[in-house]
């Protein structure tokens, strides 16, 4: 069965840019739709962004001035990136895929998470 | 945005009763194309990331155990575990997925009593 798992430094400082990897085996990235997701304590799970590899990439309105997400289907891999990080953006960030093929947010399976702290 | 308010906060229910927790929506999450509430219920565990129990509404994911349930439309929708078991104790979030962004509600804590 298809896992993912992300990865990336633990802490980042304020201003500089976040960069993320999941790593999916069991399946390909280039069917489903995946999508990257955060949880924090001060929002809940908040939904990042969405990339298909022939329907494109679609951004949280909030976040689409600072967020890429893109695929590496060479690697089986999904990368997020998050530039000028505040406080405000540490969180446990997770990936994910839709349930089947067509589905864009019914989200199963999930990775584990990785926590990403911004501080100083 | 569609906002999800999840209610109670909290509940705590005795092993083998049932538990029920309240999601409402700020507008309709009825797909009309579909004609399927764009609903789900995640659970969460410590430590774990959230998994999904029911799309749809209603519909269970498979391996779902059947205890678990849920009913509503539009914008006022119910999970139900009708008989609480220790293994059950989690957070439980309602999503929608009829509009972009999708989005979740603040989760609802279910405990032993």
């Known amino acids: 069965q298809v896992q993912l798992r992300e990865s990336g430094p633990g802490l980042v400082k304020p201003s500089e840019t976040l960069s993320l990897i999941c790593s999916v085996s069991g399946g390909s990235i280039t069917t489903y739709y995946w999508s990257w997701l955060r949880q924090s304590a001060g929002k809940g799970l908040e939904w990042i962004a969405h990339f298909h590899n022939t329907g494109g990439t679609i951004y949280n309105p909030s976040l689409k001035n600072r967020v890429t997400m893109s695929g590496d289907t060479s690697n089986n891999q999904l990368s997020l990136r998050l530039t000028s990080v505040t406080a405000a953006d540490t969180a446990i960030y997770f990936c994910?895929?839709?349930?089947?093929?067509?589905?864009?947010?019914?989200?199963?399976?999930w990775g584990q998470g990785t926590l990403v702290t911004v501080s100083s | 945005d569609i906002v999800m308010t999840q209610s109670p906060d909290s509940l705590a229910v005795s092993l083998g009763e049932r538990a029920t927790i309240n999601c409402k929506s700020s507008q309709s999450v009825f797909h009309t194309s579909d004609k399927k509430n764009f609903l789900g219920w995640y659970q969460q565990k410590p430590g774990q990331p959230p998994k999904l129990l029911l799309y749809?509404?209603?519909t269970r994911e498979s391996g779902v155990p059947d205890r678990f349930s849920g009913s509503g439309s539009e914008t006022d929708f119910t999970l139900t575990i009708s008989s609480l078991q220790a293994e059950d104790v989690a957070v439980y979030f309602c999503?929608?997925?009829?509009?972009?962004?999708?989005?979740f509600g603040q989760g609802t804590t279910v405990d032993i009593k």
């Open positions: 999503q929608q997925y009829v509009t972009v962004p999708p989005t």
């Open positions: 749809w509404a209603s």
């Open positions: 994910a895929r839709g349930r089947l093929s067509g589905s864009w947010y019914e989200f199963n399976p």
